[in-house]
């Protein structure tokens, strides 16, 4: 395995709050006529990261993509890139390549040919073409396959190839569209690592469009999640999926289960929460911010719960449920329990099967205790 | 969870005498396929092979007077049948200057107006094919639309424009600018080909170029192209299937074209067509004329080939 990465882990300028972005996106707004594509987002997104755009179709993902390549302008608001103003810059005079979704290889270019062609525009001298399109095809591992066309490839090669396009001209920024959209799953799987490996080799900024949240949370160093054209959270991986701070983002990262509940005590170091859906109180080990009686929603994961047959001991006579198996998913690695509470609602709740064809396992129609530590849950106000 | 068994459902029968019918005639080779092949094959077999064969033939006998008016290529003489092939008429082909300088000019007024055709009809089949869904089909049906009416009417009413008091210059001489002669000169023959052909070389184009991924371009542009590099290397050579369908569908007519040189061309202008029909109607020599029409077919179809040629071998490369 490659030696474990500098930058991912040990370097994060976005915690650093005198760091200075390398593309600054400022209250950028994009009209279609009527239809508002993307509203007043602001993103700083620095040197070397590896930038997710995540959201659901029509999010706005792909347009704030696109302006930043250039093909659309903003209605208002500015982008810069490196500290350069480049809002009302041409695609062609920008710092910055672009890897399309259906790759957009030219069908009567050969590979070596498709890969030149950003540089042969920059007027580079033949034989410095030649050397920059074999040490990309070196990258990408199609040495052999530079004098076919792209129909004569596979879905992964041609995506390979499309990046070695992209990288050619040795861009301050990558823009990627869905890159791995049209692969297989296999295969994705495979590529994710290697994209992650060349990002961080070359320590190239990416930027990548996804809808898959699996794919965000492999690639990314920090993920924007959005949402009918607004960033609903920015954040590491982990933020995003362990804090969320809305509602929408609890339930598009992952699975939720997601309740509503009355604030009965409001202290600086817990938070009680009464929850007639539940049908127990939830005691949340730190201070939140909100007011006695104000009804709020509680987020948490199916994999942060437990089930069992006895009753648990629980903390300040909270955080224990009773309820019913309804269904079970085996999915091998773990298994998956919906429970129905006795209030009608029903959450599902994840367990390790750690234990190889376990004959006791909790089977259907049980009665089962569901409980949780007082800081699995997140309390969302919105 | 319990999977119940459910029965299984058999496929569903075709008609019963339906089957043995297909059956028997399958057994003598008849089958779906073959009658839908046989259908365009039976229908160019009667109404072009044929006739072909009838012209080819007339061109290898003489003029005579009578009905006929040429001379028979079989006779029955003394109980012998006796089979006559008159080479004359190929002969005289190459021998009067006539008829080389007719071809040579019919196809350099027909490659002319080609390349006229294109030039005009190229950005309008770009633009129509880059226009929004909603006036897509209003302009192409604007292109379709001369066809409305009738190809001879169009051409005569050319001439209302092109005349000496014409439209034309009657608008000029609001200007004090002096008539323009452009009737019977060969610019109102390309102007005649270009306006009658420019619609069949606008949806070959269109049709080609609708079909390009406008992503594309935006690759191209975001490699750092210029919109003009985009073009000549992106545009251009992904459209080349449509620029030599429409030239083909433009430049084959072209040649033969009889009318337009007729209304609009001068004494000056020799187009093949025009000598086609001064043979059969004016001379009543039908054999030179289907010698002359079977030299045409030689001429054009041999480029077209040719041409096929090249570009299959450019797709299988």
Known sequence: MAKKPQLAVDTRPWRDPKAKPFVRIRNVTKKFGDVTAVNDVSLDIYKSELFCLLGGSGSGKSTLLRMLAGFEQPTSGTIEIDGQDMTHVEPYNRPVNMMFQSYALFPHMNVEQNIAYGLKRDHMPKAEIAARVAELLALVKLQDYGKRKPHQLSGGQRQRVALARALAKRPKLLLLDEPLGALDKKLREETQFELVKIQESLGVTFIVVTHDQEEAMTLATRIGVMNQGEIAMIGEPTDIYEFPNSKFVANFIGSANMVEGVVTEDEPDHVRIRSAELGCDIYVGHGVDCAPDQILWWAIRPEKMHVSRDKPEGQFGANVTKGMVEDIAYLGDMSLYQVALDSGKRVRVSQTNSIRGNPDAITWDEVVYVSWADNAGSVLTV | ?317
């Open chain 2, 1 to 317: 969870m319990t999977t119940a068994h459910e029965p299984t459902i058999p496929p569903p029968r075709r008609l019963r005498p339906w089957n043995a019918v297909e059956r028997r005639l399958a057994r003598v080779g008849i089958t779906g396929r073959m009658l839908v092949l046989v259908a365009p094959v039976l229908w160019l077999l009667v109404f072009f092979l044929v006739p072909l064969l009838v012209v080819f033939g007339i061109s290898l006998a003489t003029k005579q007077f009578g009905r006929p008016p040429y001379s028979a290529l079989l006779s029955t003489e003394e109980g012998t049948v006796q089979l006559t092939l008159h080479l004359s008429n190929y002969i005289r082909l190459f021998t009067d200057n006539l008829y080389v300088a007719a071809y040579l000019s019919s196809i350099r007024i027909a490659a002319i107006a080609t390349i006229i055709t294109l030039i005009i009809g190229y950005p309008m089949a770009y633009a129509i094919a880059r226009s929004s869904d909603r006036w897509r089909n209003i302009l192409l049906m604007l292109v379709i639309l001369p066809f409305f009416t009738s190809f001879l009417l169009r051409v005569y009413a050319l001439t209302g424009f092109m005349r000496g008091n014409g439209v034309i210059n009657q608008f000029l001489a609001l200007f004090g600018i002096e008539p323009l002669v452009m009737m019977q000169t060969d610019f109102a023959v390309y102007v005649g080909i270009v306006y009658t052909y420019l619609p069949f070389m606008i949806l070959p184009l269109y049709t080609t170029l609708v079909k390009l991924d406008v992503s594309l371009f935006e690759a191209s542009a975001d490699l750092g192209a210029r919109p003009a590099r985009t073009f000549l290397s992106v545009t251009l050579p992904l459209s080349m299937p449509g620029i030599i369908a429409g030239s083909m569908l433009v430049f084959i007519p072209a040649i033969g074209e009889f009318v337009i040189p007729s209304l609009l061309g001068g004494p000056g202008t020799l187009m093949i067509g025009r000598v086609l029909w001064d043979e059969f109607f004016t001379n009543t020599n039908w054999p030179r004329a289907a010698a002359v029409a079977m030299a045409m077919l030689v001429v054009v179809v041999v480029p077209i080939m040719l041409l096929q040629r090249a570009q299959s071998a450019v797709v299988e490369k």
